[in-house]
């Protein structure tokens, strides 16, 4: 509770409970003590024709009750000073004293022409009652969150009588003060939705009341004032404002739990708010040092998501902690960041045969992004591309082959006689694709896979180009035919918009058509001639047709 808000104002707050009362010496001892009353110290004031008042020896003619309810208790020194270490509440209060045992008065025969007891409603008692109004104070210290210590101290004036009759007469009365001083702790319950909070707490109270001239008869009792001093336990509740954690308090904990980041962000908020807060100064100080140790922290998360595999994760706080580090501390990531890297590239090299190509490319791509100048690093991942080639190679998919080889060449050119070599699978299965494309009459495939050997191969594009020109021209005729069958479906259609047969792929149809009848293709290939987009879809998985040809964006071929 550092940063806490202070408690600026208690509407009321009622203590009730029990006491014992003696003469002067009973403060000295702890509350409800049994020590005997001495004629030396009698808590009433006797003339002299009197020395003891032995009707209060037993404890149980000295016990009474106290109740005080305190009202409108304001921290006005708050108001000057903006400080939170201590709470100092001044107020007013309302007391009642009833020490109501109800012993009778001495009844010795040599004493009875100084005691008289009876009067016209019966005999009297010795019965103390007190009530009155104080100005108190209380000065509040509170260490943790639902919990307030607290001194407090009263001062006031009581209207005080001593005795009272069996009928209820009242008399040996008179004006006196009334000092207390109390040690009490509370328990805070916040409340969410409100602005202030209930207390219910215990208190420790020394009570002395005082009067030293009593409106009376000079005959009535030797009697002519008191001095109770009286101790006990009491029971405390109340409401009060203020005194809750504030968000530099839970910044605080953030910061006390190692949490930087959020602590960083609860400070900043805390300052932002509280511009004139007495220890501003000292959140400023701490928001210093939570920044400075922000970079360790993300240094810690991104170690954690390496344990948990997040490796993508790991990356993006190593970077953040890299970029926010000292020299010193940008050291560490470094080291860890190249140590980390090492040991992915040292997996993909010991396991890649028992992990998948897609794993395997995602590790030495996250070690390369780790720490992009390790010596094997650009090897261990030119060699996972060379292995995604060779896996596009023997499912056909030769396009993303000669795609993936291209990327291992361009990531590590030591690579290329191993490279050339899986070139010249990748341009006979090509020339293969071709020779079976043109025999099924499907052009696109078979222009397609020429235009790819010569890619891999540029020397025999002059032995090359004669087919693929034949190949276009050919494509080009089937074109024609296929925008007249277009034509035709079309008409069809308007005559009979409502037949089934409509909704089946056709030639001529566009490719958002195509796509709705049959959803997305598990391969696209696509290519550019002479302002003139071909695209060749492929649904290796389908049994009805394999591949599906588009001219600008219009279907001119079915290949079952």
Known sequence: MIFRKPITFTPFELKFGYLNYGGKNYWYKAPFNKSVIKASDLPVLLDSTQYEFNIIDELK??????????????????LLINQNYIDLQLGIGLQYIDFGANP?????????????????RGNYFFHPRSTGININSSLTWQFIQNNATYFYHSFGINSTSLYQSEGGEINLSGLGYTESFGLGSKYIFE?????????IGIELKWNRLYMNSINSSDTLSPIYGIDLRSSGLFLTTGIQFGGRHSDGDIAYSHMMNHNYISASESFEYFLAKEKNHGKRQKALEMLEYCQSKIPLQQLNIGIENLFLSDFNEAVKWFNKA????????????????????????DSVQTYRNKMSVAEAEELALIAKELSP???NSNYILAKTYIDKGNLNLSIGNLSEALKNYKEALQTDSSLEPLIILEYKKLANAFIKDAY????????????NSLKSVIEINPRIENELYSYIIKLEDKLKNQID???KQYLKDYIQQKKYPNNNLIKEISIGMSV????????????IDKNINANIQFEMWSFPEDSSLSRLYFKNNILIKIEK
């Not at 000295?62 to 006005?76: H, P």
């Not at 969410?192 to 909070?197: A, C, G, I, L």
């Not at 860890?336 to 890297?341: G, Q």
């Not at 079976?436 to 052009?443: M, T």
């Open 61 to 78: 003619n000295r016990r009474g009750i106290f109740i005080e309810l305190d009202i409108v208790r304001t921290n006005f020194p708050h």
């Open 104 to 120: 009778s008065l001495p009844s010795k025969e040599k004493d009875m022409e100084e005691w008289i007891s009876q009067s016209s």
């Open 191 to 199: 409340e969410e939705k409100r602005n202030f909070d209930y207390t």
């Open 322 to 345: 890299e970029a926010e580090a000292q020299d010193e501390l940008k050291q560490e990531v470094q080291l860890n960041r190249k140590i980390i890297a090492q040991a992915l590239l």
């Open 373 to 375: 100048n390790l010596k």
């Open 436 to 447: 079976h494309a043109s025999l099924n009459n499907d052009l696109y495939l078979a222009i």
């Open 481 to 483: 035919i296929g925008n």
């Open 512 to 523: 958002d058509e195509i796509e709705n009848i049959k959803g997305k293709p598990k391969y």
